[in-house]
């Protein structure tokens, strides 16, 4: 297998490894080898600081470590495994794997149907390897791309992952590179895309022992982690190429179908040619020597739309990006809440711009931030947009980490899922939410440093603060704490949970089958608002079919008006049908006849009608 990757412990013949490492600080650089026998070996330093070396007698297994100027010795920045934790020395692996999926080209993003999991939560066992016997499970409600959040070794052996300090090693408590690319390779066999969360805005602070090799970080600007990962200062040509590589390892050695960049609006970078356009760029060179289909999806605060237009339009080429507005807009219609960034949003006519731009902001005056905020969105795709009514900031970055099935009823749980299922964006869901899970997502972490536990916990306290919650947030070093927050996926099979999750698999079933619904797209869809009514009507088409979505948010009753063509409409879906463990149907199987129907509405309820135009 051809090899791309530069830094690191690379195998280079049947029993010899190039080591190779950035340490443009270093005025020598040893390694040492711990086992299989100890060995030191100077490395020869080159270009642009780079030192390395050519050395036999080690295979995988073999731990080691660099030695600095003779002084501290530190894991590789590059490392492949931490079998030791973030403080211990590095292993060599073995980087070739029995693939099967050699006719897997992945699928297009148009077709992604997300299923966000963090691994170590999922199952009671929390490794990839437990992971593998829910995919039967994912298959079956429809999923068609799995997203990882981060997996990059990380302190300790339970954190959310954005903690991560070896972003080339995957987390030992998952089971390690070997069972990442098992699992991987499980899902493709059965049809499934992975994504996976990378961080590249900061990296955690304890193990973090980049700033002893080289200048990966600047005091010129500031992050809420402190100093910024140097994207474009003195020396940053390298920090690029370590960040870059490390997207092309993920994609190449294994094979991974697309990354989630964490927090882009964090990645301080002023430069001509900003680090995500550099990235998208040979990320897009790679996915053609593939011959797959590879994608880059932001996570941004900025509503901006250059990241996701194409560069030789300006923009930044990002395929798509997280639309936390959509999320916004539909969790206060849920919940009434009004406070933090909630206080921008309110009424449904924001729900409805979301519909029909994807950022509600795309301009005008925001009250939370006292400014104006965004740019339009209108122009850009409805694909290159992620919706969701939970994902695991806005369930974990609560207090106590509740879902929606802890503060809205079970009809309201309904209607969220149709809003994003059947909306024209590509739609994700939080792990658990299609069964109504019960556990908390809590924010956890393992850390060994006294000063850093505290300062975790008094952080988000003051985190908090903005939100006017009253409670006191578990504390995140407790080993309760992560428990607390491991799935319980009996529930699925008990009561209103089981009605959930059918309910569920049949707005995936009719996405998939229904035209309109299946096609993404903004131009062919009209979303009216009817403010005193509390309904969004929104309505969709295709050439030779047209759908009509009625959602009520309102908690009463309600009737009204809603114009149509004049055919003959039929129901395809009721969330308020008693087989949904709804009231009761309270809207007409067919509508016949002029061009102003009338419908009636259970609370928190919606309907979906349908038409073949020949009809």
Known sequence: MKRYSYLGAIPVGEAAYHFRVWAPLARNVVLRIM??????????????????????????????????????EFPDPSSRSQPHGVHGPSQIIESDFPWEDQAWSSIPIQNYLIYELHVGTFTPEGTFHSALNRLDHLKDLGITAVGLMPVAQFPGDRNWGYDGVYPFAVQNSYGGAINMKRFVNACHLNGIAVILDVVYNHLGPEGNYLGAFGPYFTERYRTPWGPAVNFDGPDSDEVRRFFIENALYWITEFHVDALRIDAVHAIMDFSSRPFL?????????????????????????????????????????????????????????????????????????????????????????????????????????????????QNHDQVGNRANGDRLSLLVSFEALKLAAGVVLLSPFVPLLFMGEEYAEKAPFLYFVSHSDPQLIEEVRRGRKEEFAQFQWREEPPDPQAEETYRRTCLQSDLAQEGIHRTLLAFYRELIRMRKKKEPLRRLSKKSLEAVVY??????????????????????????????????????????????????????????????????FSVSLSPEAFVVYSRRKEE
């Not at 299989?36 to 297994?61: D, M």
């Not at 990235?279 to 250059?306: C, G, K, T």
């Not at 921008?344 to 931030?369: K, M, N, P």
Request: charged share 25%; glycine share 10%; aromatic share 10%.
């Open 531 to 596: 403010e005193q009514s509390k309904v969004l009507f929104l309505r969709r088409w295709t050439r030779t079919e047209e759908t009509a979505l009625i959602f009520h948010f309102g908690k009463t009753p309600v009737s009204l008006a809603i114009p149509l063509a004049a055919h003959t409409w039929k129901k395809v879906l009721d969330s308020s049908e008693s087989r949904w463990a709804g009231p009761g149907p309270s809207s007409c199987e067919r509508l016949d006849g002029g061009s102003v």
């Open 277 to 389: 356009q550099e990235l998208s760029e040979a990320v897009r060179h790679r996915a053609d020597e593939l011959n797959r289909r590879v994608y880059l999806i932001a996570e941004s605060s900025l509503n901006d739309a250059r990241l996701v237009c194409p560069q030789e339009n300006g923009g930044i080429g990002l395929n798509a990006q997280w639309n936390d507005d959509f999320h916004h807009a539909l969790h206060v219609l849920l919940t009434g809440e009004d406070t933090g960034y909630y206080r921008d949003f309110g009424g449904i006519e924001d729900l409805a711009r979301a519909f029909r731009d994807g950022y509600v902001y795309s301009g005008q005056y925001s009250r939370y931030r006292k400014r104006k905020h965004g740019n339009s969105s209108r122009q850009v795709p409805a694909r290159r947009f992620v919706v969701y009514s």
């Open 35 to 72: 086992s299989p026998a100890p060995l030191t070996v100077p490395l020869t330093k080159g270009n642009l600081g780079y030192h390395e070396c050519i050395t036999e007698g080690v295979r995988p297994g073999s731990l080691y470590l660099y030695q600095l100027d003779g002084l501290k």
